[in-house]
């Protein structure tokens, strides 16, 4: 079955950085493009970055365009966020997941734990 398994959350300050990854399995990595999620507390899941499948084409939410980058491995199918000059608004719980139009939501059903992140002085 398709899992996600994310990894390296923390507490920062602002204006640190963080690296933050996704292990993908049961299903074919490379043949699907790949995004990361984040859940603030009370507020709805965004989207705030996606890389198609070879990597070379990235979109990124606004509240984060020139600070976050998103890379993929496809031999190692991992998924990478690189967070620089963080911000306290950046605090959430961040996920990943594939990106496929013609499933509900656009993602896999299931859903990894997911990795805390904090941004506070």
């Known amino acids: 079955q398709v899992q996600f398994v994310e990894s390296g959350g923390g507490l920062v300050q602002p204006g640190e950085s963080l690296r933050l990854s996704c292990v993908a399995s049961g299903f074919i990595f490379i043949n699907y493009a790949m995004s990361w999620y984040r859940q603030a507390p009370g507020k709805e899941r965004e989207l705030v970055a996606r890389?198609?499948?070879?990597?070379?084409?990235?979109t990124y939410a606004d509240s984060v365009k020139g600070r976050f980058s998103i890379s993929r491995d496809n031999g190692k199918k991992t998924l990478y966020l690189q967070m620089n000059s963080m911000k306290p608004e950046d605090t959430a719980v961040y996920y990943c997941?594939?990106?496929?139009?013609?499933?509900?939501?656009?993602?896999?059903?299931?859903w990894g734990q997911g990795t805390q992140v904090t941004v506070s002085s």
């Open positions: 890389i198609n499948t070879v990597g070379n084409r990235k």
């Open positions: 997941n594939l990106f496929d139009p013609a499933r509900a939501g656009n993602t896999a059903a299931s």
